[in-house]
């Protein structure tokens, strides 16, 4: 996109004026970062008491943009390839880059060569380099697609922290306010990355439900996300630190929050169980919804109106996209000439 | 052109909605196939009982009839239900009935099916009832109220084809004046135009295309498969024979024999 004028900018090349953020989700956070580190003085409000309280606190947490591209446009592997670095950097010690595991059961396995058409970036494996990756999962699958690439980082543990390098670079947090209706006057520009939120304002926004559920178990270790293919319940587990693993997550044309379906529940548990049974002992420590709010094309926009930023629609790949979108974002405040990739005219 | 119920349709090609990359791609499908009906899932992109209200609407907004399903019913009660939950939804008495008698198979229930086929058409829907190539099964469908039939070639998203050709050659000798549509199974344009050439009368794909890795393309490729296979049946198929049989006489040529 061109913006005509330096905002906030006149003609002396004054300094930028505070920056108001609306949404401490993924977005909201990485889009503060980005203008933090060019100086700019931001504020964050988010309606909820803590940070993440939307969709990004059930995320997988998987940076996985080849993977991703089974289903993805392009746009998402290219933009997301990038997004590991930029965690990496940002939050030190905390992305684990092992790869991806994708796996599938033995009647299934023509699903595995579907997604290695799909994709690039992926090696096979035989049953012996399955056993060394994850001694766990020795002998249950004889060839596995290998994504060594990819990362992942626990995104409740990566929010905590973002929040707290945030607060010590001067970024200052307002919960439990959903306008900034107090203190409006004193920005000159607003940055809403409020999510579902705008579910009601944005007529081409829609909601995609994800359920998922957490399972603590000391049976079964695994050093990175694996993805179990199954024609109709396509499924990952994300291992955590203490014994916990992610499970996700369904995909459902639904803007409704409530408490996971049970049908849901059972298919993840199954396909859980399918890939190791130790999972079948499992305690169930958590289940959670969460509403992803996408765009009809599934790509995240940037919306401009007057001197508000829209920055919405990351459907399931906030983590993955809102390093690129925040990039955009600040380089549009401070950049005359920025070309935006993700900016939208309508 | 095709009668199904009091709606005549020129494109012989149904599409599914589910299982696309994006609404967009599902866009781009309906048209590049030039469909003039998609069937929706009632069930499967619904939670909690509340419709998935934005996704509907980018259905409506694809500008064919609809035909809601109610894919993932396993009991006749729960089908039946689905049915008038869709009839408020889309406002149509278009139903195609799906009752699942095998969570592995998706096989249909035929029993179950035959049951909620009679309360529902008893009750003003015209049924599409998903089935088996059973033809008393058909019979007691079309008894039923059914006034369209809609076989398997081989179980839902299974990709592998027509898998007994004889069945649903017997199938469309019994049923002459039914419009049959071949609903599941169906893999790749060759499938499809197999069937048409069978003599049946349309095609319902869904996960032929939506998995496919150009799902608009596929769609394009498809339609054009099916009208091919249309033609090939109204122009009458030459059947096969035991021997050779030259295009141009022989006479006065040097044979090798």
């Given amino acids: 996109m061109v913006l005509q004028r330096r905002p906030g900018n006149g003609s002396n090349g004054c300094q930028m004026r505070p920056v108001l953020i609306k949404g401490a989700g993924v977005v909201g956070l990485v889009t503060a970062y980005e203008l ?7 504020d964050v409000v988010e309606q909820a008491q803590h940070i993440g ?10 940076l996985a943009p080849w993977c991703e591209r089974e289903s993805a446009d392009e746009k998402v592997e290219r933009v997301g390839a990038a997004a ?14 092992e790869g991806t595991l994708v796996v599938a059961a033995a009647r299934d396995t023509r699903e595995l060569d579907r997604f290695a058409t799909r994709t690039t970036g992926h090696r096979w494996l035989d049953a012996e380099e399955i056993a060394e990756l994850e001694p766990d999962l020795a002998g249950r699958f004889a060839r596995a697609l290998y994504f060594p690439r990819e990362a992942h980082l626990d995104p409740r543990e990566a929010l905590s922290s973002l929040g707290d390098t945030l607060m010590a670079m001067g970024v200052r947090f307002h919960f439990g306010q959903a306008t900034d209706a107090t203190v409006s006057h004193r920005f000159d520009w607003r940055i809403d990355c409020s999510g579902r939120a705008r579910l009601p304002d944005d007529a081409a926004l829609r909601g995609v439900r994800g359920e998922m559920l957490y ?11 694996v993805r179990f293919l199954h024609p109709r319940h396509p499924l990952y587990v994300v291992p955590r630190r203490q014994g916990l693993f992610m499970v996700g997550a369904t995909m459902i044309e639904s803007e409704t929050c409530g408490p996971i379906a049970a049908r849901s529940l059972m298919e993840l548990l199954n396909a859980a169980y399918a890939l190791h049974p130790a999972f079948g002992e499992a305690e169930i420590t958590e289940t959670g919804t969460g509403v992803r709010p996408a765009y009809p094309d599934n790509l995240p926009r940037i919306t401009r109106s007057g001197s508000t930023f829209c920055v919405n629609g990351l459907y399931r790949h906030g983590f993955l996209l809102s390093p690129a979108l925040a990039h955009d974002v600040a380089e549009c405040l401070l950049s005359p000439n920025h070309q935006s990739e993700f900016h939208d005219e309508a | 052109m095709l009668q199904v119920y009091d709606t005549e349709i020129t494109s012989r090609l149904l599409l599914g909605t589910a299982g696309y990359p994006s609404p967009a791609v599902l866009s781009d499908a309906v048209r590049a196939s030039q469909t003039q009906i998609v069937t929706v899932s009632l069930r499967r992109e619904t939670a909690g009982g509340k419709a998935g ?31 008038k939950m869709a009839r408020e939804v889309f406002r149509t008495n278009w139903i195609k009935l799906e009752v699942i008698g095998n969570h592995d198979t998706l096989q249909p229930d035929v029993f179950a099916l035959v049951e909620a086929a009679r309360i529902l058409s008893n009750e003003g829907f015209e049924v599409f009832p998903y089935t088996t190539d059973d033809l008393v099964v058909a019979e007691r469908l079309l008894e039923a109220g059914c006034r369209v039939l809609m076989p398997w070639c081989a179980p839902i998203g299974s990709a592998m084809g027509p898998q007994n050709l004889s069945a649903l050659r017997s199938m ?14 169906i893999g790749r344009p060759s499938h499809a135009a197999t069937v048409m050439e069978l003599g049946f009368d349309a095609v319902l794909l869904n996960t032929a295309v939506a998995g496919a890795g150009d799902p608009a393309l596929m769609a394009s490729g498809f339609a054009r498969a099916i009208e091919a296979g249309r033609q090939a049946f109204e122009a009458g198929v030459l059947e096969p024979r035991d021997m050779a049989v030259p295009s141009t006489p022989v006479i006065g040529k040097a044979v090798f024999s």
Avoid: Y
């Fill in chain 1, 53 to 62: 309280a939307g969709a990004s606190w059930f995320a997988g947490g998987m």
């Fill in chain 2, 53 to 83: 209200g934005a996704f509907f609407e980018l259905i409506r907004e694809l500008g064919t009839k609809i035909l809601p399903n109610t894919a993932g019913c396993h009991t006749a009660k729960e089908a039946v239900l689905t049915a």
């Fill in chain 2, 172 to 185: 469309r000798a019994h049923f002459p004046d039914v419009p049959l549509i071949v609903d599941a199974g």
């Fill in chain 1, 215 to 225: 399972l603590r178990t000391g049976d079964i270790q695994l050093s990175r996300p």
């Fill in chain 1, 84 to 97: 590991i670095e930029w965690w990496k950097a940002a939050l030190p010690g905390k992305v684990a880059q």
């Fill in chain 1, 36 to 42: 933090a580190r060019r100086g700019i003085e931001v």
